[in-house]
Every structure is written in C-alpha cells, then in structure tokens.
C-alpha cells in the first residue's frame, strides 16, 4: 500500500507495539492519529514530529473515538487490556476495554465510512492446543484466560462487521513480543525482582513452560507486509517464531544479561497461573507465503529488552 497521503488511526498509538506501528507509518508518509489513555503507554514513545497527531481519550467514550476518527482513511487497533495474568482480579475491565471498546471502534468507523481495519489478537486463543506449531485454523478449546475469552469475542464482532458493513480486517495473533519500549510482561517481572534482591528469583510454574517470543521490529514488518499483499475481506495470522524456549532459559539470559546469579524458588506447577497456556508455539506458515521471516533470535530480543528496561528509568513508574 502507498501509505503517502493516507490517514492512519492507531489506538494504543503510545504503547509498545503501538508507538513502533505509528514510527513505521510516518517513515512511510503517512499521517498519523496516535490514540491513548496512557494506561500503559508512555509519551516519552511518541517524539512530537510532523504529520504526528496525538490524542489522549479512552476507547469507552464515543464522543472521543470519533472526534480522533473524523479523515481517517485506515484504523490500526492495538489498545487492549493486556494484562493476562491479573485480568480474574477485574473482569469487567478486561471485557470493557477489549470488547466493549473494540465495538466503539468498529462503530465510530461506521459512521466515518472508514473501512479497513488491523486488529491485534492474541496465540492465547488458541488455549491448550492439542497441535503444535499450531496453525489459523485450530479448533479453540475451553478457553482458561478471560483476556483471551475476550480477544476471541473482539475477533467474532470484527468478522461479523466485515461481513455486514462491508469492512475489511486484518487479524494478527501474536505470540508475546520484545523490544524497546517493551512496557509489561515476564521480563520486566523478572527485571523488577531481581532489581529488589538479585540473590533470589520467585518463579511462577515450575520454570518448563514454553513460549514463542517475537521482537517489536519483526512483529511490525509482518503487519505492514500482510496490508501491502493481503487483501481479502477477512485475512488472520499467526506472528511468531520459528524458536521457542522454555522459562528457565529466559531466566538464564535475563540474570547472564544482568550479571548475576540468582537462587530459583519455584511457586506451581505446570502453570504459572490460573488461565497461563504451558506452551504457545503458533504456525507462521501463512505470513512467510507472503515473504516474512523474522530478523532477531529471541536471545537477542530478550537481551535488547533488558538492556533497554535497565537504561530507561521511566519504566518504573508503573508496578
């Protein structure tokens, strides 16, 4: 897609993943409306440049969305409420801010005749899969994780609004991703308890999970890839990489990274907790059709999100 001229909205716009989407846009010529209640954003992500628009509202206010709405010409919604572990404490907020805003976009773009759409999903969906790497179209099973309940329930309007209003969309299910400006997720756990007490490390599971990560720069790319070459009315993919590895080794690369050596104190079992998916390694066969493969190892992503948590201190002011 030539994106010069055209008029992106990205909710989330001042989060991880969100405020690399809108530095690739703007590289690209687009104008940007960057879209945030910082919640979890940071402002310090979203240098004040040209064709850059910033608009701090809540996806649960109609007024706001569509006011950020009006000249758009594409919608990239990656606000969410991503905090997966802790989203039992308060499950209204989780289906609010994932459902109920996800509506009030879809909406909002109705109304402006706005009609297509990328939407940041979650390989959470997916469960405990019986089938690994697991591909698109895996049955979903009993679902154990309201956040990806609530994902998969955002998924459903989008293609019921493809279907009846004529929209287009583009749904990516990431696996967890790393990087600079990383803001939330098991290395910054790790980072914050070992920044208190590098003698010892709480664990949650039994450290033999086993995840995919993807770093920011790649997960990105592949969005932008599938626009330019993919443009059926509903088109899904899987964002991961080809390597996983288990929680033990994550923690051997965060404390190596930090030159220390912490004691390990195992706190579960085969979960970490209530909801956590032992092992998420997705199918990315259908993104790499298009020409994708991912550029960073997940040693070098996990390192450079170290180093960028340790270099950064405004990364503390959230716990």
């Known amino acids: 897609m030539d994106w010069n ?33 910082y919640s979890t954003g940071f402002r310090e992500f979203l240098a004040p440049r040209e064709h850059l628009r910033v608009v701090e509202g809540d996806l649960l206010d109609r007024a706001g969305i569509d006011e950020a709405m009006r000249g758009v010409d594409f919608v990239f919604h990656l606000a969410a409420n991503a905090d997966i572990k802790d989203n039992l404490k308060d499950p209204r907020r ?23 759409i990328v939407f940041s999903s979650t390989g959470s969906v997916y469960g405990e899969s019986a089938t690994f790497p697991t591909p698109e179209d895996a049955p979903f099973p009993v679902q154990t994780s309201l956040y990806a309940t609530s994902k998969i329930a955002a998924e459903g309007l989008l293609t019921s609004y493809v279907l009846g209003f004529g929209l287009r969309a583009w749904i990516f299910r990431f696996v967890s991703v790393l990087g600079p400006r990383y803001t939330h997720g098991h290395v910054m756990d790790f980072w914050r308890k070992l920044k208190r007490d590098p003698s010892r490390l709480e664990v949650l599971g039994d450290g033999r999970q086993r995840k995919s990560y993807l770093h920011v720069n790649d997960c990105v790319a592949a969005i932008l890839l599938a626009v330019d070459r993919a443009a059926g009315p509903i088109n899904i993919y899987n964002l991961g990489h080809d390597e996983s590895i288990v929680v033990d080794q994550s923690i051997a690369i965060i404390s190596r990274t930090l030159g220390v050596s912490p004691r390990l104190e195992y706190t579960g079992g085969q979960r970490g907790w209530v909801g956590d998916s032992p092992r998420i390694e997705l199918d990315t066969g259908r993104i790499r059709v298009l020409g994708w493969a991912p550029t960073k190892s997940i040693e070098e992503s996990i390192v450079e999100t170290v180093r960028f948590v340790s270099a950064n201190a405004y990364t503390e002011r959230r716990r």
């Open 94 to 116: 989780c289906i609010d801010q994932n459902v109920v805003a996800t509506q009030n976009v879809l909406e909002s773009m109705r109304s402006a005749g706005v009609r297509d």
């Open 5 to 37: 001229g055209k008029h992106a909205l990205v909710t989330g716009g001042a989060g991880f993943i969100g405020s690399h989407l809108t530095d690739a846009l703007l590289a690209r010529g687009a104008q940007v409306t960057a879209f945030d209640n």
